[in-house]
């Protein structure tokens, strides 16, 4: 029997204390030890220094601020550790195919956490849409900025990912709006449909959610956690396993099993790279707009 897998988790905060939770009810798993934030109060024992923690351990969990990413992720593949990254794995397309290399030159395993799409609502939406049946659609999102705020559409990769996992990558965009605090844009697909896109920071909001996906078969429109089909509400069995505790499963058999992971590097990538494309687009509109108000100045 293969000896459980052995896991740091660097960043112990809500994701990190999700992460070790999850790793307690992995049979194929054991926690060692965490940096920063609150190790003890999920069982693993506190390191100072990233290298102790390393040194201990065959799997890095990265739960850190996303800032921090992409250094932890090379650190523990250099040093011959398997990682799991929190999405992003980095603030660009480019900088994650390079971690995705560096990974395979190792014979490393790379898994990047989506558990947007361990959800029922993400499961019943592959089930009922089809990207050549779409007519039209919204993705709106606002929520709170934090403390280490990227771009907007890099913040909002989970809001994209709903989309794109449901039906595809947009082939057009064309920008209404991008500022620090907002973001509106058309995304156009490959059978000419068009879904308005709408991201908003607000001191103090709510996190909200509202996706709406008109099909030939019908609508379906998720607002949060409530999921309607055909103007039906939709309650989708529940899940034995928690979203953290899903995806720890699918990364320990990752690592020991060789299993496809449920989010491959081609996915991974292809999501980094819309979202470098909408602040590119982003970019464009702003230098548009600057040099506008210097003409009408």
């Known amino acids: 029997m293969v000896a459980p897998l ?7 905060g809500v994701a990190g204390k999700a992460r070790a939770r999850a790793i307690a009810d992995d049979p194929r798993a054991v926690g060692v030890c965490g940096l920063r934030g609150e190790p003890e109060a999920v069982g693993l024992r506190p390191v100072s220094a990233l290298d102790a ?10 739960c850190s601020p996303d800032s921090t990413h992409p250094a932890v992720v090379r650190a523990a593949l250099e040093a011959g550790r398997h990682v799991v990254c929190e999405y992003p794995l980095a603030p660009s397309a480019r900088e994650a195919r390079a971690l995705f ?8 395993r790379l898994h990047v956490e989506h558990i947007e799409l361990l959800t029922p609502q993400a499961r019943h939406l592959r089930l009922v849409c089809r990207p050549d049946q779409l007519r039209g659609g919204a993705l709106r999102w606002v929520g709170p900025p934090r403390a280490d705020q990227p771009r907007l559409p890099h913040a909002n990769l989970a809001r994209l990912h709903r989309l794109v996992d449901t039906i595809g990558l947009p ?15 058309t995304l156009r697909f490959d059978n000419g449909a068009t879904v308005e896109l709408s991201l908003q920071a607000e001191a103090g909001a709510r996190r909200h959610l509202e ?39 699918a990364a320990s058999a990752l690592i020991l099993d060789d299993a496809p992971p449920y989010v491959n590097e081609e996915r991974v990538l292809a999501l980094l790279e819309l979202a470098d494309n909408l602040e590119r687009a982003g970019e464009l509109w702003r230098g548009l707009e600057a040099r506008g108000s210097r003409r009408s100045g």
């Open 211 to 249: 996706l709406t996906l008109v099909m030939e078969a019908g609508v379906a429109l998720q607002v949060d956690q409530t999921l309607l089909w055909r103007g039906g509400p939709v309650s989708p069995p529940p899940q034995a396993l928690g979203l953290f505790a899903q995806d720890q499963r």
């Open 6 to 12: 052995r896991w740091g988790v660097v960043g112990v």
């Open 101 to 108: 290399a560096l990974a395979a030159e190792n014979g490393l």
């Open 53 to 62: 923690l390393i040194a201990e351990v065959d799997v890095v969990a990265v």
């Open 171 to 185: 082939r057009r965009i064309d920008v209404q709006r991008a500022e620090a605090d907002a973001y509106m844009a």
